[in-house]
């Protein structure tokens, strides 16, 4: 049988905090250059050359791989995740596996340079299949360490710390994001060769994910010793697979308030990631916006969401995470039904985006910093690998309603509505979570906590 063991209260160790915020800056680059905005459109080009992506006797549309691809990689995360987290908790391994992962995710961004039409002995389809191959590794290596990093939050910030110092985290990763997507956009107008200035973007990505994360993280991070020891005649991976089963029984059993919030998160958070995937389509359908315009307005919202998320971190200091939240996902309502009835300029456009930046951090950081308080201390890296998959699992149901939506109504304007939804349900399932009931059912001390 498994042993645990007490660990001594956290306090805030801010050369730690500061090592580790600095991770959010690093691997911003690669959501936002990669996966956001060059990547998939780099992709469907080279397809195009070749009519659609050959694989096993089956055709992928050029403008379908990429979003397969995320697919694939999203599933894997779902299946690998929990299990990882499980280990983690087991072993002294934390440290090692975010650095590990961080590694091989930014590794195979940057050989995504080679990828090219008519690549040597592979060809265009064949090189575009390895580029698939390489976005996979590195999207599943980058939701892999993003498990181990969230996991580290209760290890540096003592409880009334934790909104604030997710927050700058959040904070640090738009802004760090938001620089090198600006620099990579300076350098593909500059260049006459756009594929090549596109491919030295990609590998940009990877390069900063990997230098920042051996400068800050890697010498800063401190490896804790395991709650919880190895049962005799157990591997780390069996004891992972019995733990994933074990803490299924007792979320429902001996967390429920934590179950709850888990639930609400993955249903509000499913309409933020909507709102994200869709708006640009909505822009470019509904206001004719061109690329470039969706290029400035990725980028405003990008550096407002700094001040946004450093705003709420501020915001949940006086009135609590989960308040800090509601009064989020009521604006999130807000910029939905004003997207409905009032967006018709590209100068409104630019004015809600401001909004959406404020809030999107906030709700995301305050998300995470609570959900730290309301898990057990030993389980941790378990637990945040299905907060993990709570957030990527489940992103593609809005989407999917959202395109039913533009099905039956023919538009984007109306299809929009359908996205409230998730909102207003995540918020009657948030508003009665019991936050000071899940803190203490999970073993921890709500006292010092402004809730």
């Known amino acids: 049988m498994a042993q645990t063991t007490l660990r001594a209260p956290i306090e805030t160790n801010k050369r730690e905090v500061r090592g580790w915020m600095m991770y959010d800056w690093a691997n911003s680059a ?55 987290g499980a280990i983690a908790d087991y072993s002294t391994l934390k440290k090692k596996l975010l650095l590990g992962f961080a590694t091989i995710g930014a590794l195979a961004t940057i050989l995504m340079f080679f990828i090219i039409t008519d690549m040597p002995v592979l060809g ?72 090549l200035a596109v491919r030295l973007s990609i590998a940009s990505a990877g390069l900063w994910w990997l230098l920042f994360t051996y400068l800050f993280p890697a010498r800063r991070l401190r490896q804790r010793r395991s709650l919880k020891t190895l049962p005799r005649g157990e591997s780390y991976f069996s004891q992972g697979v019995k733990q994933i089963l074990k803490t299924l029984r007792d979320i429902r059993s001996k967390y429920p308030h934590t179950l709850r919030y888990l639930i609400a998160y993955l249903i509000y958070n499913d309409g933020i990631q909507t709102v994200i995937v869709v708006s640009t389509l909505f822009a470019a359908s509904e206001l004719a916006a061109d690329d470039n315009t969706l290029v400035i307005l990725v980028l405003l919202i990008q550096f407002v969401a700094f001040g946004g998320a450093l705003a709420f971190g501020w915001l949940a200091g006086r009135i609590g995470a989960k308040r800090s939240i509601i009064i989020s996902l009521v604006i999130w309502v807000g910029i939905v039904v004003s997207a409905y009835a009032l967006l018709y300029e590209i100068w409104q456009l630019f004015v809600l985006g401001v909004f959406v930046a404020i809030v999107l951090g906030g709700s995301q950081a305050l998300s995470r ?36 939506a533009v099905q039956i109504t023919g538009g984007t304007r109306v299809a929009l509505l359908s996205v409230i939804l998730f909102f207003v349900v995540g918020l009657i399932l948030l508003i009665p979570v019991n936050v000071r009931k899940a803190i203490v059912d999970s073993g921890n001390n709500p006292n010092d906590i402004v809730l």
């Open 124 to 195: 265009t389809n064949g090189a575009v299949l390895l580029a698939g191959l390489l976005f996979i590794t590195a999207n599943l290596s980058f939701g892999a360490a993003i498990v181990f990093y969230n996991a580290f939050l209760p290890d540096i910030a003592a409880p009334q710390d934790r909104d604030s110092v997710s927050s700058k985290g959040w904070a640090l990763g738009y802004l760090g994001g938001g620089v090198l997507l600006a620099l990579n956009l300076v350098l593909i107008q500059m260049m006459a060769d756009t594929g």
């Open 369 to 404: 910093s609570l959900y730290s308080q309301m898990i057990p201390r030993e389980n941790e890296s378990e637990y945040f690998g299905f907060y993990e998959i709570s957030e990527r699992g489940t992103s593609w149901i809005g989407p999917l309603v959202f395109a039913a």
């Open 30 to 84: 690669f959501s936002t250059t990669v996966v956001t905005t060059l990547l998939g459109p780099y992709l469907s080009s080279l397809a195009r050359t070749v009519d659609g992506v050959h694989f096993l006797g089956f055709r992928f549309e050029p403008d379908a791989f990429f979003p397969t691809c995320v697919s694939i990689s999203v599933i894997l995360q779902v299946l690998f995740l929990p299990l990882l």
